[in-house]
């Protein structure tokens, strides 16, 4: 009774709602652990420079969203 299967109204959907669109990054200068907004829309792997909210330094961040819509988030000391 409580078995929904019907599938059809069940769509993949990539530009909606599953994909992580904040993350904890930890500042490689300073160590403090970061919450950062992320946009899902710019593609499965993103590479930019954001500065650090607490020390002012540049990340070099690396953005990688899994097929689940989890991300992972790189941040290095920038050049
Ligand atoms: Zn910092």
């Known amino acids: 009774m409580a078995t929904p299967d019907d599938a059809e109204d ?3 959907d990539e530009d909606d ?5 904040e993350a904890d990054v930890t500042c490689p200068y300073c ?9 899902p829309g710019g593609g499965t792997v993103q590479s930019y420079v954001e500065d650090c909210e607490i020390c ?12 689940d819509g989890s991300v992972e988030v790189t941040a290095e000391e920038g050049a």
């Not at 160590?31 to 946009?39: A, Q, Y």
């Not at 002012?56 to 097929?67: F, M």
């Open 17 to 21: 709602a599953t994909f992580a669109s």
């Open 56 to 67: 002012c330094r540049p990340w070099q961040l690396t953005v990688t969203y899994e097929h």
């Open 31 to 39: 160590g403090e652990v970061v919450s950062i907004t992320l946009d």
């Open 10 to 12: 069940m769509e993949w």
